[in-house]
């Protein structure tokens, strides 16, 4: 797959304002962006340190993926997410080398990146993102 960095770690957390401050506050982190993300039902908030982001996920409703990992799993480490560049070949290549697939096709995601998730039962139990940056093309 040849991934060019970790594009970001993802973090789940109750309480997205306390997270903030925390990594404000403790780490001396700026929080640069907040987002909605609505299909997926979660808040997102984004820090820069180095190559490397830090994601901030927040549950909107009790349902959402995020939403359940916190129920069954508590407030912790959520997801990786490597850049890669055309990410559906990557989605492909994946497929076909047995890689349990949760996107078999690229979606918009956060920061306007096009995101894939590879299931973490094929991934020695880590929850694993791709992600694209929205001006590189992908095959549709």
């Known amino acids: 797959m040849n991934p060019s960095h970790i594009e970001h770690i993802g973090i789940?957390?109750?309480?997205?304002?306390?997270?903030?401050?925390f990594y404000e506050n403790i780490f001396g982190l700026k929080c640069y962006k907040i987002e909605?993300?609505?299909?997926?039902?979660?808040?997102t908030a984004f820090f820069m340190i180095g190559e490397t982001k830090i994601e901030?996920?927040?549950?909107?409703?009790?349902d959402?993926?995020?939403?359940?990992?916190?129920?069954?799993?508590?407030?912790?480490?959520?997801h990786i997410a490597f850049?890669?560049?055309?990410?559906?070949?990557?989605?492909?290549?994946?497929?076909?080398?047995?890689?349990?697939l949760i996107d078999s096709k690229a979606?918009?995601?956060?920061e306007g990146l096009n995101i894939a998730?590879?299931?973490p039962k094929s991934t020695f139990?880590?929850?694993?993102?791709?992600?694209?940056?929205?001006?590189?093309k992908h095959n549709d």
Do not use: Y
């Open 107 to 110: 979606r918009r995601g956060a």
């Open 36 to 43: 909605d993300v609505p299909d997926q039902k979660v808040k």
């Open 12 to 21: 789940a957390v109750e309480d997205l304002e306390s997270a903030i401050s």
């Open 64 to 78: 959402s993926p995020v939403g359940k990992f916190i129920e069954k799993r508590g407030e912790g480490i959520h």
């Open 117 to 119: 998730f590879l299931h």
């Open 83 to 100: 850049a890669v560049e055309k990410i559906d070949e990557k989605l492909k290549f994946a497929s076909e080398a047995g890689i349990r």
């Open 125 to 136: 139990g880590v929850l694993t993102e791709l992600c694209e940056e929205s001006n590189k």
């Open 56 to 62: 901030l996920l927040a549950s909107t409703d009790t």
